[in-house]
């Protein structure tokens, strides 16, 4: 039973074969004795049960019971009828009446509860160690860290003992361990999956994540639980679309070199590198900007606000029982004691600022591309040094959930030492198709088998798609570039950016006189004797296109302007008559630049009207 693979489409491809689901129930409990790993279940159902709840499925349905047959696993700090809850501590144990609303729909879907796993306590931690019961085995490499906090349900998924498991995922729960062990995390938008029934960690960030072995399977698993729940007051209704052809040009934001983070970690830097290759093969446009204000977002998830929210969720048991908490958790979340309210509004007004800045650029690209994790920490580096070393592996992902993007970790490859390669896909909430068709393709084309199980790759391999979205490129120029002072004109229309390049060497630039926001124009002059300049392109709908094109103010207005890469784009030009008294800035080779290095200076001496 060994050579049963439990990606779905192969399970449920031997069901329709005439496989029982009572063998499938036998297979998972051998691939449980045969891992011999303690630290990955904390509850286990027992095969009467299992066999029971297979029995009642009734026969093979996967239409309406899309799931029908499928084993999975669930982190124990979310709710299974009649199984304990403990949250990773045995004295914050209960006994829940009933499912939380994620484990009944994926139930009702015809999915088969094998357990409560193992993870970092009350889900505070990115490393996996913090449990008083057995470490769970990094699948990879038993000396390295499984990732945490939901490290037993990444390493049940790994070893093939189930399709899929449910995690949680507040600073990168659901990614971490996801990279960490060659394997998928779906890491919704917040509030596409019920909290209902899950034991908070920070309930305004908190959501529930899918481990599978394939992106196909983890997204199956999404569609089947997204609901809006009026059970969770942070629930909404997030679309979950199914998977299906992208625009050819994706614009994919990824931290500029300068601003990455590996922390020594040459591998993980080449790793990176060869990841980001690979999205440019597939047809991905790289936009490298800073990421300072990125990891400085990132820090704010271990101050004020958010583990005083922490300390809120479990405060009752905490002062009662604090003995019986592990010493790391204990010491983090007893930090928030020191805290006052005005510490938390500090670290509220602290995000907002942050969201202003960073939602125009969000906005305004169709995804991000980061490492899931900046390192591989062994186990005996973690416990050494818990505190820095967990930081450290959220540095890629303690800002998702604060700013309100969805994402995915996926495998990419492996590195020089052998080692996982994962990178993760970001975008805007509700984004979740997007960031998974990509994520379809670029595990497809890493060759990659599945988990520890030493399957390969479902023989359906991802395709880009060739077709045509409907989007009109326009190339911009001055202060509609990313960053300036008209930029939100194109983000408020719906324009993304597809990519940063310059014109042909057949172009002069000019700061023109007389207008309130100061502006660019753009001539197109003889072969020969123009130079490159720097230009954005940007995509918009039609009907956005018809709309930003009728509120060009002269003397500006559109042509065709010729780019370095051979495409061409309709795109900002400047009449001859407007370049009365303005100052030939060709020479800084782009508007930004020239803002940059004399923009105050020249720019005074540009005639007003």
Request: with cysteine; proline share 6%.
């Amino acid at each position: 039973m060994s050579d049963i693979r439990f990606d779905i489409g192969s399970l449920h491809a031997i069901y329709a074969s005439g496989m029982s689901a009572a063998t499938i129930v036998e297979t998972v409990f051998q691939r449980i004795a045969k891992a011999d790993d303690p630290g990955i279940f904390i509850h286990l159902a027992s095969k009467g049960y299992l066999l029971a709840e297979a029995e009642a499925l009734g026969g093979f349905d996967p239409v309406a019971k899309p799931l029908w047959g499928v084993p999975f696993a669930v982190k124990d700090n979310i709710d299974v009828a009649g199984m304990p809850t403990t949250a990773g501590c045995a004295e914050y144990a209960y006994l829940p009446a009933k499912d939380a609303t994620v484990v009944a729909r994926l139930r009702a879907a015809g999915a088969l509860v094998v357990g409560k796993t193992n993870l970092d306590q009350f889900a505070t931690g990115l490393v996996g160690v913090r449990t008083p019961w057995p470490i769970p085995k990094n699948t990879i490499d038993p000396k390295l860290v499984p990732g945490g906090s939901s490290s037993g349900s990444a390493v049940a998924t790994a070893r093939g003992i189930v399709s899929f498991a449910l995690g949680t995922d507040t600073a990168g729960s659901g990614r971490i361990p996801a990279g960490l062990n060659n394997i998928v995390g779906l890491k919704p938008t917040v509030g596409a999956l019920s909290a209902a029934g899950v034991v908070p960690a920070c309930r305004t960030l908190d959501c529930v994540s899918v481990f599978a072995l394939t992106v196909d399977d983890a997204y199956s698993v999404f569609r089947a639980a997204a609901a809006e729940d009026d059970a969770d007051p942070y629930s909404r209704a997030i679309a979950a679309a199914p998977l299906g052809p992208r625009p050819s040009v994706l614009s994919v934001v990824v931290p500029a070199k300068t601003d990455r983070e590996f922390f020594g970690d040459a591998a993980m830097q080449a790793g990176f590198e060869t990841a980001l290759r690979t999205l440019e093969q597939l047809g991905c446009r790289l936009i490298e900007i800073p990421f300072g204000d990125f990891y400085a977002t990132a820090n704010l998830l271990y101050e004020g606000a958010w583990v005083a929210e922490r300390y809120a969720a479990i405060a009752d048991f905490m002062d009662v029982n604090e003995a019986a908490m592990h010493p790391v958790t204990r010491q983090i979340i007893g930090g928030a004691r020191k805290l006052s309210a005005a510490d938390a509004f500090k670290g509220l007004y602290a995000l907002q600022a942050y969201k202003a800045r960073l939602a125009p650029v969000i906005a305004s690209v169709d995804l991000f591309c980061v490492p899931t994790a900046p390192t591989h920490y062994s186990l005996e580096a973690v416990l050494a040094d818990p505190i820095v070393t967990n930081s450290r592996l959220g540095t890629y992902t303690n800002f998702v959930n604060l700013l309100d993007m969805c994402g995915i970790a996926v495998p990419t490859g492996k590195r020089d030492d052998d080692l996982p390669m994962s990178v993760t896909l970001l975008a805007a909430a509700g984004k979740d198709a997007l960031t998974a068709t990509l994520a379809r393709e670029l595990h497809a084309a890493s060759g990659l088998g599945l988990g520890a199980t030493g399957w390969a790759m479902p023989a359906s391999v991802a395709k880009t798609p060739d077709f045509d979205d409907g989007m009109i490129e326009i190339v911009v120029v001055g202060a509609h570039l990313s960053g300036m002072p008209l930029n939100g004109q194109l983000c408020t229309l719906g324009g993304r950016m597809s990519r940063a390049v310059k014109t042909v060497a057949s172009y002069q630039l000019y700061a023109l006189a007389g207008q309130s926001v100061p502006k660019p124009g753009l001539v197109r002059v003889a072969d020969g004797n123009g130079m490159s300049i720097d230009v954005e392109v940007w995509r918009l709908s039609a009907d956005a296109f018809g709309r930003f094109v009728a509120a060009i103010p002269p003397p500006l207005g559109i042509g065709t302007i010729e780019l370095d890469d051979g495409t061409s784009a309709k795109g900002f030009l400047v009449e001859t008559a407007g370049l009365s008294r303005a100052i030939d800035i060709s020479a800084y080779g782009g508007w930004r630049s020239f803002i940059a290095k004399a923009g105050g200076e020249q720019l005074e001496s540009v005639p007003a009207d």
